[in-house]
């Protein structure tokens, strides 16, 4: 006897899904080890017009990390976690030259490189590179930013660019509301 699809594709035929899948932690956790694996969008070029820091807090539960967006020389994706106490660096839209952490003023350059951290000036071998923020890989395809996973972006650029490749993205604005 042949499997039936999870969700049969003639909506006369369909069921809701399992119960476990609403249920069972394992499988919440099973899903959201998958989803951290892929590309989430997290912006439009747009975004970045006013403030050159744009934090991403839809995708902490997806990822287990609070990101941020930073325009400097290009765009990158940083962990929006200070390496000294795990305080938030940006929580909202801004611009600036520099990330700095609220908390004891560790100051990081906009490409994750800590900088300075006041009343630390002549400790010896500090900063170093674990005192950085991370970086994740940020992909972006005609004006949209996605951020994540390590899965391989081409196939999926490929199907944004079959399905919709035809929208002029790059013209769209972002809307704060």
């Given at each position: 006897m042949e499997?039936?699809?999870?969700?049969?594709?003639?909506i006369k035929k369909a069921h809701t899904l399992p119960s476990k899948y609403y249920i069972e932690s394992s499988v919440f956790?099973?899903?959201i080890s998958k989803l951290s694996k892929s590309f989430h969008f997290?912006?439009?070029v747009s975004q970045f017009e006013k403030n050159n820091i744009i934090p991403l807090p839809q995708l902490e539960n997806?990822?287990?990390e609070s990101l941020i967006l930073v325009k400097s020389d290009g765009i990158r994706c940083?962990?929006?976690v200070c390496t000294?106490?795990?305080m938030l660096i940006a929580t909202s839209p801004c611009s600036s030259k520099t990330l700095k952490c609220g908390y004891h003023g560790r100051t990081f350059g906009l490409d994750g490189c800590m900088k300075n951290m006041p009343e630390f000036e002549d400790v010896e071998d500090f900063p170093?590179?674990?005192d950085d923020l991370k970086e994740f890989q940020v992909m972006e395809w005609?004006?949209?930013y996605f951020v994540g996973g390590n899965k391989f972006f081409d196939p999926v650029s490929e199907e944004l660019e079959r399905r919709i490749g035809w929208i002029n993205l790059e013209q769209f604005r972002h809307d704060e509301s």
């Amino acid at each position: 006897m042949e499997d039936s699809p999870l969700i049969h594709p003639d909506i006369k035929k369909a069921h809701t899904l399992p119960s476990k899948y609403y249920i069972e932690s394992s499988v919440f956790e099973e899903i959201i080890s998958k989803l951290s694996k892929s590309f989430h969008f997290a912006g439009h070029v747009s975004q970045f017009e006013k403030n050159n820091i744009i934090p991403l807090p839809q995708l902490e539960n997806i990822l287990c990390e609070s990101l941020i967006l930073v325009k400097s020389d290009g765009i990158r994706c940083l962990s929006n976690v200070c390496t000294h106490r795990g305080m938030l660096i940006a929580t909202s839209p801004c611009s600036s030259k520099t990330l700095k952490c609220g908390y004891h003023g560790r100051t990081f350059g906009l490409d994750g490189c800590m900088k300075n951290m006041p009343e630390f000036e002549d400790v010896e071998d500090f900063p170093s590179q674990k005192d950085d923020l991370k970086e994740f890989q940020v992909m972006e395809w005609r004006g949209l930013y996605f951020v994540g996973g390590n899965k391989f972006f081409d196939p999926v650029s490929e199907e944004l660019e079959r399905r919709i490749g035809w929208i002029n993205l790059e013209q769209f604005r972002h809307d704060e509301s």
